[in-house]
């Protein structure tokens, strides 16, 4: 799914780890403000990631069929966007999973 750019040539099974630090980015960026899939994906670049539209546009969906994400469609110049938040739900999630990722962060590189 996604690729650490510093990173060698992973395999599929060490891409579905990054799998989940994918959705929380998305998660955490989608509660500071309304985000969209390209905008995203460039995003996620920027922290190594890099994530195709057919990959990410069925994991945004995922999290609003969650409910985790509501998105509306926003008028682009003369095009449409599906601009995605963060709900109430999906910030509770996102406060849990903080607290589990400062606890792995804790074991994996505090702990040594």
């Known amino acids: ?6 990173e060698p040539e992973s395999s599929a099974a060490d891409r579905d780890l ?4 994918i959705r929380l980015h998305v998660l955490h960026h989608a509660a500071e403000e309304p985000i969209f899939g390209l905008g995203m994906i460039e995003e996620l670049a920027r922290h ?4 195709s539209p057919g990959s990410l546009y069925p994991l945004l969906q995922a999290l609003e069929k ?3 994400l509501r998105s509306t469609e926003q008028r682009n110049g003369k ?16 406060a849990a999973a903080k607290s589990k990722v400062r ?4 074991e994996l590189i505090e702990g040594d």
């Open 79 to 94: 095009s449409f966007r599906r601009v995605y938040r963060a709900t109430p739900l999906g910030r509770k999630a996102l």
């Open 103 to 106: 606890e792995l962060f804790h």
């Open 66 to 68: 969650k409910g985790y």
């Open 18 to 21: 990054y799998s989940g630090l």
């Open 1 to 6: 799914m996604a690729k650490s750019k510093s």
């Open 48 to 51: 190594g990631y890099r994530i």
